[in-house]
């Protein structure tokens, strides 16, 4: 298999712009989360989806935050109006069936300026 | 009192050392552990899952869990200095579906 991907790998964006990430999952791999990590910390738990179903959302994706995985497959997750307080490391993994061993991609390092 | 906290670091040992690195969770219904290593400027990597109370061994590490003390460890036997980096413990809780939690890491530097 190869491994989860992210892209893009880094973005700089000015504050108040929307960005989008996307994520491809491990192929087979029908469970996919999205964490964010910001330095000196542990990952985040943001959201989750089960194929296409978004199953869980954290209280930290606030209404600026949204992501899709419309077919199952790859997802996005896109920030609206983004604020400094954004500037993290956005991760994203999978799993596969009844596991609860994540995988994770290389991440997006998202800075707002 | 947070969820998952891991033994303040930096850890720092010899080359050929045994390194242990340790965790202590808060919810009793957890479930799930796993060890994920990670270096600088890179992303967390799957290095051990536990489920049941007792060691797991896997090459150089093992991971011991002891859900009654709500503890759960990771030793790596004759570190490298390709081992240092930081460690994550992560626990996934029965009631809170398929999300980990995470403690900060403890950083570990292996010294030639």
């Known amino acids: 298999d190869t491994g989860v991907s992210q892209d893009p790998r880094h973005k700089i964006t000015k504050r108040g712009q929307n960005v989008t990430f996307r994520c491809d999952p491990i192929?087979?791999?029908?469970?996919l989360y999205w964490y964010r990590q910001t330095l000196g910390q542990g990952p985040e738990f943001l959201t989750y989806f089960q194929n296409e179903a978004q199953l869980e959302k954290s209280r930290l994706l606030s209404d600026r935050f949204s992501a899709e995985r419309p077919k199952g497959s790859f997802s996005t997750l896109e920030i609206q109006r983004t604020e400094q307080g954004d500037s993290a490391m956005y991760l994203c993994?999978?799993?596969?069936?009844?596991?609860?061993?994540?995988?994770f991609g290389p991440g997006t390092r998202l800075t707002v300026t | 009192q947070k969820e998952v906290e891991q033994n303040s670091g930096p850890l720092s040992v010899p080359e050929g050392a045994i390194a242990s690195l340790n965790c202590t969770y808060s919810d009793r219904v957890s479930q799930s552990f796993f060890w994920y290593r990670q270096y600088s400027g890179k992303s967390p990597e799957l290095i051990m899952s536990?489920?049941?109370?007792g060691d797991k061994e896997d090459g150089r590490f093992t991971a011991q869990l002891n859900k009654a003390s709500q503890y759960v460890s990771l030793l790596i036997r004759d570190s490298q200095p390709s081992d240092s980096a930081t460690y994550l413990c992560?626990?996934?809780?029965?009631?809170?579906?398929?999300?980990?939690?995470f403690g900060e890491g403890t950083q570990l530097t292996v010294n030639p």
């Open positions: 536990i489920y049941s109370n």
């Open positions: 993994a999978s799993s596969r069936g009844q596991s609860n061993e994540q995988y």
């Open positions: 192929s087979e791999h029908n469970r």
């Open positions: 992560a626990v996934r809780r029965e009631t809170s579906g398929s999300r980990l939690t």
